[in-house]
């Protein structure tokens, strides 16, 4: 599967932004979708991450930074994945990765589980 992220751009505090994730080579379906975030000097952080699977349905997770905050959605028909992200803080600044895992029953937050990354996409909150 290959994977386009888009949507970054300057926003200000508490502004909204939406990623988008378009994936292509594959179905979004056979995989569990996940957004990471780095900023400049940290390491890859887990953001949220969004699967279906026949015995749990639609399942969502979320990093305890952006919960309340974000919101992950699916679009089976234009084999997208969202990151809505409201009330933006500066704090969230990074270069924001989608990516792939091939399991969908277990949800997993560690990078390292996760097999196809697209490019970042970059969001800058001022302050």
């Known amino acids: 599967v290959q994977l386009q992220a888009s949507g970054g751009g300057l926003v200000q505090d508490g502004g909204s932004l939406r990623l988008s994730c378009a994936a292509s080579?594959?179905?979004?379906?056979?995989?569990?979708m996940g957004w990471f975030r780095q900023a400049p000097g940290r390491e890859r952080e887990f953001v949220s991450r969004?699967?279906?699977?026949?015995?749990?349905?639609?399942?969502?997770d979320y990093g305890n930074s952006v919960k309340g905050r974000f919101t992950i959605s699916r679009d089976d028909a234009e084999n997208t994945v969202y990151l809505q992200m409201n009330s933006l803080k500066p704090e969230d600044t990074a270069v924001y990765y989608c990516?792939?895992?091939?399991?969908?029953?277990?949800?997993?937050?560690?990078?390292?589980?996760?097999?196809?990354w697209g490019q970042g996409t970059l969001v800058t909150v001022s302050s």
């Open positions: 990516a792939a895992d091939t399991s969908t029953t277990i949800i997993r937050r560690s990078p390292q589980a996760y097999e196809f």
């Open positions: 969004i699967s279906r699977n026949e015995i749990h349905g639609i399942s969502t």
């Open positions: 080579g594959d179905t979004i379906d056979n995989y569990g």
